[in-house]
């Protein structure tokens, strides 16, 4: 039997982060803001910006000394870029943070289910497994981090179930970015197990100048919680709060 959600749940969502070492970054001074905002925090991805440790422990200092609520995320594209993604994530987690890559957990009654997600295309623009044996190989990522995430999902059993990525499942939240860059900032490999294990929200990152909302095909509501992007829209405040149950 599926848990009961104590009253709602207050989430806050964001990623982006891009921590640089030693301040080179963007401010994350509102992150105080946070606890009194939210009853959980989900970060999205791209927490450092060229995946280093130094930058994980500035970081998971950071979130130690102004979050005081449960944290929930993924790791992005840019914590893989100094192939150390494995130390970025003993740190961030030795810190308190649940990084999920293909698993499922439960915060206040609220079930996550998390992966980084990857590239391919969006609707007939999906990259199909054809041709070259390195163009199979990069289909086959994306059909591995949805099956991830369709494992994941096929998990939980709590009222409300959130997905967390880093890159988008829909064409709707990128739109604002180039259109030759749609390739390369999410899949529509992702939305699948969205559709299949409906959710109460997905929240990805990723797209910088991408559009905040959107839906997926059977009407999940869809968040680009992108940094950047929330900081164009909301400057006091760039997080979304999103309120469940």
Not at 31 to 41: C, F, K, M, N, T
Not at 59 to 73: C, E, F, K, Y
Not at 192 to 200: C, E, F, G, L
Request: hydrophobic content about 40%; aromatic content about 6%.
């Amino acid at each position: 039997m599926a848990d009961v959600v104590p009253g709602p749940v207050r989430i806050a969502a964001l990623g982006d982060l891009h921590h640089a070492k030693s301040g080179a970054t963007a401010d994350t001074r509102f992150l105080s803001q946070i606890s009194d905002a939210a009853d959980v925090l989900v970060l999205c991805g791209d927490l450092t910006d060229t995946g280093l440790p130094d930058e994980a422990h500035e970081l998971a200092q950071a979130l130690s000394q102004t979050v005081r609520i449960p944290i929930v995320g993924v790791l992005g594209n840019h914590d893989y870029e100094s192939g150390l993604e494995a130390e970025v994530r003993r740190i961030l987690t030795e810190a308190g943070v649940t990084l999920l890559d293909g698993e499922a957990c439960e915060v206040r009654g609220v079930g996550f289910a998390g992966v980084k997600g990857f590239a391919g295309g969006f609707g007939r623009g999906t990259l199909g497994p054809w041709g070259e044996t390195i163009v199979k190989a990069f289909v086959q990522e994306a059909v591995n981090e949805a099956l991830k995430l369709e494992t994941a999902l096929a998990r939980l059993r709590t009222p409300h179930k959130v997905a967390v990525l880093h890159y988008a499942p829909i064409a709707g939240t990128a739109e604002g970015e180039p259109r030759e860059i749609f390739p390369f900032l999410g899949c529509s490999r992702l939305e699948d197990p969205i559709n299949r294990y409906p959710v109460s929200a997905v929240f990805h990152g990723h797209a910088h100048h991408g559009a905040p909302e959107g839906r997926t095909s059977n009407g999940s509501p869809v968040y680009n919680v992108s940094l950047p992007l929330l900081q164009s829209l909301q400057p006091n405040q760039p997080f979304r709060v999103t309120t469940l149950g």
